[in-house]
């Protein structure tokens, strides 16, 4: 098991800027993929960003350019900070993990994307963004 704990969530304005942290424990393996999702009410979880081991990082297009993933291998937790925030960044935030594997993304216009979420087994209970305009 792996236990997944958010934080860092809150309101900023737009443009603004907030950093998520979330924090893995249990049985977390010398390879993983940790990656971030959002949720807002009446819509699909998708993917932000996504980190792994192996030192690769991976983006939306909606977060590339903006966000940023960053993984500290020692403290097992995984970073992302959102710069220029919108509106439309407001969601749920949710940690995902996968252990034994590197982050299995997949190529799409030209650029590595995070796995889907079904590729994860472990998530967290979810940190709240509110981006006001």
């Known amino acids: 098991q792996v236990k997944l704990v958010e934080s860092g969530g809150g309101s900023v304005q737009s443009g603004g800027s907030l950093k998520l942290s979330c924090e893995a424990s249990?049985?977390?393996?010398?390879?993983?993929?940790l990656a971030w999702f959002r949720q807002s009410p009446g819509r699909e979880r998708e993917g932000v960003a996504a980190a792994d081991t192996d030192g690769r990082t991976m983006y939306t297009n909606s977060a590339r350019g903006r966000f940023t993933i960053s993984l500290d291998v020692a403290k097992n937790t995984v970073y992302l900070l959102m710069n220029d925030t919108e509106p439309a960044d407001t969601a749920t935030y949710y940690c995902a993990a996968d252990v034994n594997v590197p982050c299995l993304g997949y190529y799409s216009g030209g650029y590595l994307q995070p796995p889907a979420p079904a590729t994860f087994v472990y998530w967290g209970l979810g940190t709240q963004v509110a981006v006001s305009a």
């Open positions: 249990g049985d977390t393996t010398s390879e993983y993929c």
